[in-house]
């Protein structure tokens, strides 16, 4: 760098958990991808009649087709349509799995104010992510 700063080792692991987490859901994605497209599992929402649904508002749609909402998708990982979603929530919570990986080498320093301002962050995407907070999504 050129103002002779390094980046800190915290920054580094949060970088390298970042893209190892971050490929990883783009993997999935792409995987989930070809899995509803080649028909290699059973679908909730048949390929051929996807045209059918692009103009419809997301609750027409769900009560269109009986596509889970909310947490409801985890039991229909089973289904080609379902398995992409695994690739949306990983990269969803690339933040909080980097924020938890970091953490540890904050509380080793004895840094309070990170220790505090992680574990904040890292309790309220939770709450989000779960629904708790907004009657969920």
């Known amino acids: 760098m050129s103002n002779g700063t390094r980046p800190s080792e915290e920054q580094l692991k949060y970088a390298s958990i970042l893209q190892k987490v971050g490929l990883s ?16 599992l059973p679908n909730i929402v048949p390929v051929s009649k996807i045209p059918e649904y692009w103009n419809q508002r997301v ?7 009986g596509m889970p909402t909310g947490w409801n998708w985890v039991p229909l990982l089973n289904h080609g349509d ?9 990269l969803s919570a690339a933040t909080v799995i980097c924020m938890i990986a970091v953490l540890p080498s904050f509380v080793k320093k004895k840094d309070t104010p990170y220790v505090v301002i ?17 009657g969920g999504h």
């Open 25 to 40: 859901g783009l993997g999935i994605l792409i995987i989930g991808f070809f899995v509803y497209v080649l028909g290699l």
């Open 59 to 65: 609750h027409e749609f769900v009560e269109n087709t």
């Open 82 to 90: 379902v398995v992409s979603f695994l690739g949306i929530v990983i």
């Open 118 to 134: 992680l574990i904040i962050q890292i309790i309220v995407l939770l709450l989000a992510a779960s629904g708790m907070i907004t």
